[in-house]
């Protein structure tokens, strides 16, 4: 298994992974929609940076982290947007997240973000055994 950054040329099995992810989380798996999100981070880093996980059988998991600036943080954070391994348990989620830690201390990063369901227990157990710690906040969203 390998982690490398993502290339364009990995948009089609990005948005194979992405819609299976969604299907399971209960968010909006759209393709067409799907791709126009991912276009932009696979073309530069401007907005952030998408790393993949590849074995034998190709990428076989994702994870997307978007950069952003925060007066709390004292400058640059980041979001781990999405995070999805198609068969976990084998250590490639741990190593994937490993990898996106280090790109966020080499982008100056000082804290990364992430967000899941309230429900997902599992997940939290995961990400909580990796040093990430349950905060107070309580997200909002507004369509614009």
């Known amino acids: 298994m390998i982690i490398r950054k993502a290339q364009i ?3 089609s099995p990005l ?3 992405a819609c299976l992810h969604s299907a399971t989380s209960g968010n909006d798996g759209d ?3 799907v791709e126009r999100a991912f ?3 696979l073309i530069d880093d401007t907005y952030g940076v998408v790393l993949v996980a590849e ?3 190709g990428v076989c998991a994702y ?3 978007t950069w952003g600036w925060s007066l709390e943080a004292g400058g640059a954070e980041a979001l781990l947007d999405e995070f999805y391994v198609r068969d976990g348990g084998k250590g490639i989620g741990t190593s994937l997240l490993e990898a996106v830690m ?10 990364v973000f992430l967000e899941t369901e309230a429900h997902n227990v599992q997940g939290r157990r995961f990400w909580m055994a990796r040093g990430f710690q349950v905060e107070d906040s309580v997200w909002l969203q507004r369509e614009c």
């Open 63 to 65: 994870a997307a982290l």
């Open 55 to 57: 074995d034998d059988e």
């Open 9 to 11: 040329d990995d948009l």
């Open 102 to 111: 280090a790109a966020a201390s080499a982008r100056g990063v000082a804290r």
């Open 31 to 33: 393709p067409l929609r």
């Open 15 to 17: 948005v194979e992974l």
């Open 39 to 41: 276009a932009p981070l």
